[in-house]
C-alpha cells in the first residue's frame, strides 16, 4: 500500500473486466441506476461494452483510489446477489464472489513471476484465489485472470495486481479483446436481414444494408443483357463464380464441425461452394463461389466475418 501511495495515488489506470451478461445487468441495474451510483461515489468512469455478446467487456478508469472504490462496489454487488440466489436455495455453502480481469499477455509474466512467486505472494496475502488462463482469449494479446474469493479479499488482490500493473507496463502494441456476438441464424426477408434471437427476428441493419449493396451492384452485365430491377431474386441473373484462396490454417473455422459452419454460410448466402482438397506443399486451399452476384457478394462477406 505504501508503495501505490506515495505518488502514486494521481496516476489513471485502466482496469477490463470480462462479464456474463447476467452479470453486467445486475452491475446497471433498473433503468441504469446501479451503475450510475456507482460512477459517482468511485468517481472512476465505468464503460459496458455495446452489444447482444452472451460476454461484455466492463472497462474502468481512473486514479487507482476510485479504482478500488469501484471495485469494492462491483464486488458487493455480486455478493448481495449470491446470497439473494442461495435464500430460495438448498445450497448450504456459499459460492465465492468471482471477477474475470482482461490484463495484456505482456504484464502476465510479472503478475505470476518467477516459478509462480508472484502469484502465490498475492494468493497467499490477500486469501483471494488467483487463476492466469494459460491461452490469449481469441483474436487479442490479453488473457483472462479470474480472481474469487470474499469482496475484501479481491479488494486486496486488485491492490496489489494494479501495483504490479503499474510496476511493468504493456510491451508493444496489445490487441484488446473483443466479446463476439452470439452467433444468431441470419434470414434474408422482403430485401432486410434479421437475426434469430430466441423467438424473435431482430431486423440488422448492417446487414440489411450489405445485402441490399449486394442486390444492386452485380459485378457484370453479359452482352445484350439490361440489367434487371433487382438481381438476384430475378431467375435470369446468370451465375458466375468466384475463386478465393484460404490459408490452410484458418479453414476449419469456415468449415466447422462435421461441415456445420460451411453448411450454414451455403444456406444463408444461397450460393454454392466448393472447397478443393489440400495440395502438398500449398498454405493455402482453393475455395470456389458459384450463384448469383449477389450470392456471391453475401458468401464472400460472411467467410470473411469468419
Known sequence: DGKVSEGGLNVTLTIRLLMHGKEVGSIIGKKGETVKKMREESGARINISEGTCPERIVTITG?????????????LKFEE??????????VTSKPPVTLRLVVPASQCGSLIGKGGSKIKEIRESTGAQVQVAGDMLPNSTERAVTISGTPDAIIQCVKQICVVMLESPPKGATIPYRPKPASAPIIFAGGQAFTIQGQYAIPHPDLTKLHQLAMQHPPFTPLGQTTPGFPGLDATTPTSSHELTIPNDLIGCIIGRQGSKINEIRQMSGAQIKIANATEGSAERQVTITGSPANISLAQYLINAR
Do not use: Q, Y
Open 63 to 75: 486514479p487507482t483510489d476510485a479504482i478500488f472504490k469501484a471495485f469494492s462496489m462491483i464486488a
Open 81 to 90: 446477489d449470491i446470497n439473494a440466489s442461495m435464500t430460495n436455495s438448498t
